[in-house]
């Protein structure tokens, strides 16, 4: 083969691979993004503060005192709902805080089961939604 068609030959080779190159590229990027899996739509969380809470607790002569934020979805009913029956809303913090005893809220593992059964307590008066946090902002045992 002369030396102008081995050149001729490897321009060609060349070419078709930059040729290949460019339409897998081309494949590739022309497709429209498609997420992995469905998006889930979060909605907006508001809060509530409850203010200081002093609860004698069960079995024995201590006391806690607190203060709780309650987190709710944004939504305008279960806004009105919880304004309006804050009262009670309080109540059940305190009826859930004062079945404890000072070993059931002292130990650090039981935050968790504290806040879930204030959650639980809360939601048991409420109709037009439900409550989806409590967060202490003070927490003192004496």
Do not use: C
Not at 1 to 11: A, D, E, G, H, T
Not at 120 to 138: A, K, M, P, R, Y
């Amino acid at each position: 083969m002369s030396k102008k068609k081995k050149n001729i030959l490897i321009i060609i080779v060349v070419l078709a691979a930059l040729a290949g190159s460019f339409a897998g590229a081309y494949s590739y990027f022309s497709q429209p993004y498609a997420p992995a899996g469905k998006v889930k739509k979060t909605v907006p969380n508001e809060s509530l503060d409850m203010g200081e809470l002093i609860v004698n607790l069960s079995g024995s002569s201590h006391y806690l005192r607190t203060k709780v934020v309650i987190e709710y979805p944004r939504d305008k009913w279960l806004a009105a709902e919880l304004q309006k029956k804050r009262h009670t809303v309080a109540d059940a913090i305190i009826t859930a805080l004062r079945s404890k005893t000072y070993t059931e809220v002292s130990a650090a593992e039981s935050a968790g089961a504290l806040k879930n059964s204030i959650i639980e307590e809360i939601n048991s008066h409420l109709e037009s939604g439900e409550i989806s946090g409590v967060f202490f902002t003070d927490f003192l045992i004496q």
